[in-house]
Antibody, heavy 121, light 107 residues
């Protein structure tokens, strides 16, 4: 069974940084693209960023481009999201999500339980 | 970028059929995937590539697509089907786009 466990969320002041981590188990991590999807409580889902199996390709939503950086460590089955210049509208529950392909395409087939990021002064 | 429009809510009596639509201008050339999200839980994939069901998803869940509208149908609705449902597409320009979401209420 695939298990994705996020950590690193919390309260951050506007303009500061946070680093999210995701520990994966129950899968051959290096075989799949991985993503971050966020959800403002009570609102819809928004894809944030994705990275291919070998880290050669990454992509970002326009709302976070230039501020967030996704990375992965296949040796440690871990996914990361470096979040800089945080803004109030970055406040959300951030899910670590497994893609069903090695590259950035199609759909997501496993989700973590999320880590909450709150940006407020 | 792509915009996927879903009805905000659908109400259905137990045992009846719920129909959730997902409309987008350019959806006709893309595969549509559907997720179920129960309160307080992470989303779960229920339909992929328009019509396919992952293992463990009941046959009561089915998907279809016609022109620029995709449809998720839940037959013989049960109380446990009460959840938010989201459609999603991918393309090489917009990347991943989710629909606006539909809250299904079982009466």
């Amino acid at each position: 069974e695939v298990r994705l466990v996020e950590s690193g969320g919390g309260l951050a002041q506007p303009g500061t940084s946070l680093r999210l981590s995701c520990a994966a188990s129950g899968l051959t991590f290096e075989d799949y693209a991985m993503h971050w999807v966020r959800q403002v409580p009570g609102r819809g889902l928004e894809w944030v960023s994705g990275i291919s199996w070998n880290s050669y390709s990454s992509a970002y939503a326009d709302a976070v481009k230039g501020r967030f950086t996704i990375s992965r460590d296949n040796a440690k089955s871990s996914l990361f999201l470096e979040m800089n210049s945080l803004r109030g509208d970055d406040t959300a529950l951030y899910y670590c999500v497994k893609g069903e392909q090695p590259t950035l395409m199609y759909y997501f087939d496993s989700w973590g339980q999320g880590t909450l990021v709150t940006v407020s002064s | 970028s792509s915009v996927l429009t879903q009805p905000p809510s659908v109400s259905v009596a137990p045992g009846k059929t719920a129909t959730i639509t997902c409309a987008g201008n350019d959806i006709g050339h893309k595969s549509v995937h559907w997720y179920q999200q129960k309160p307080g839980l992470a989303p779960v994939l229920v339909i992929y590539f328009d019509t396919d069901r992952p293992s463990g998803i009941p046959e009561r869940f089915s998907g279809s697509r016609s022109g620029n509208t995709a449809t998720l149908t839940i037959s013989r609705v049960e109380a446990g089907d009460e959840a938010d449902y989201y459609c999603q597409v991918w393309d090489s320009i917009s990347n991943y786009v989710f629909g606006t979401g539909t809250k299904v209420t079982v009466l």
